[in-house]
C-alpha cells in the first residue's frame, strides 16, 4: 500500500496513543467537511488521508479492544462521505465525535507538560 502518511506508517503512528490517534484523524476528517463544498478535490485528498490513518489505528496492536468501534466509525464515515448515509449520520456527529479526541489528546498532552520539571531559564527564574 503506498501511504500519504509514510512517515507515520513507518514508525511514528503506533507511539501515539488511541486517543491521539483518532485526534489526527479527527483533523482530517474536518478538513474534508470543510473543504467538502468549496474545493471538492481538497475534500476528497482529505477523507483518503483520513481512512488512511483509521486504517493504520486499526492495524495497531495496542488497539485491540477498541478494533470494533474503530471500524464501524471508518464505515460509517466512508458511507457519509461517498455512500449512500444509510445511518444517516451528518457532519455536526464527526465533529462532536473526533472533537471529543482532541479535547482529550490536548489536556493529556497539558497533563503531562505540567508534570515535567522547569527547564527554559525563565520557568526556573522568577
Known sequence: ?????????ESGWNKLS???????????????????????DYALSSF?????????????PENRGRLKEIARIKEVWADFFFGDNVYRSDAAFFER??????????????????ALPPTSPRATTG
Not at 500500500?1 to 506508517?9: R, S
Not at 482530517?28 to 463544498?37: D, F, H, P
Not at 465525535?97 to 505540567?114: E, V
Request: with cysteine; hydrophobic share 45%; proline share 2%.
Open 18 to 40: 488511541l486517543v491521539e490517534q483518532m485526534a489526527n484523524v479527527g483533523a482530517e476528517v474536518g478538513r474534508a467537511l470543510n473543504w467538502r463544498e468549496k474545493k471538492p
Open 97 to 114: 465525535y473526533f472533537y471529543a479526541f482532541g479535547c482529550a489528546a490536548r489536556l493529556r498532552r497539558h497533563a503531562a507538560d505540567s
Open 48 to 60: 483518503y488521508r483520513s481512512l488512511e490513518l483509521l486504517s493504520l489505528t486499526l492495524a495497531n
Open 1 to 9: 500500500m503506498t501511504y500519504q502518511h509514510k512517515g507515520l506508517a
